[in-house]
């Protein structure tokens, strides 16, 4: 999803470009540019999978049954993450 809006920024950006010779273009373009920055700024380090709720909440259960018999911070990271995806407004 997120590589589809990047993808369409892009291609607005290029039409943007197009028609630079006027003034709301070359706003609209500067718009689309700063967008693409920030968004490769916040998940170019990311890694995202794609997993659907149900998914989610099973792999979070198993997670949390692991990190029960034990300590692991990369488990226990990796569960807030889902926790937090899970919370998170659909």
Request: aromatic share 4%; charged share 25%; hydrophobic share 50%.
């Amino acid at each position: 999803m997120l590589s589809d809006y990047r993808s369409w920024l892009a291609s607005e950006l290029k039409l943007l470009g197009n028609a630079s010779h006027h003034a709301y273009s070359f706003g609209q373009a500067n718009m689309a540019k700063r967008a693409i920055e920030r968004l490769d700024a916040d998940i170019g380090d990311r890694v995202l999978v794609p997993l659907t709720r149900a998914e989610t909440g099973a792999v979070l259960a198993e997670l949390e049954d692991r990190t029960a018999a034990g300590p692991s911070p990369a488990l226990e990271a990796l569960a807030l993450a889902l926790r937090e995806a899970l919370a998170a407004p659909s």
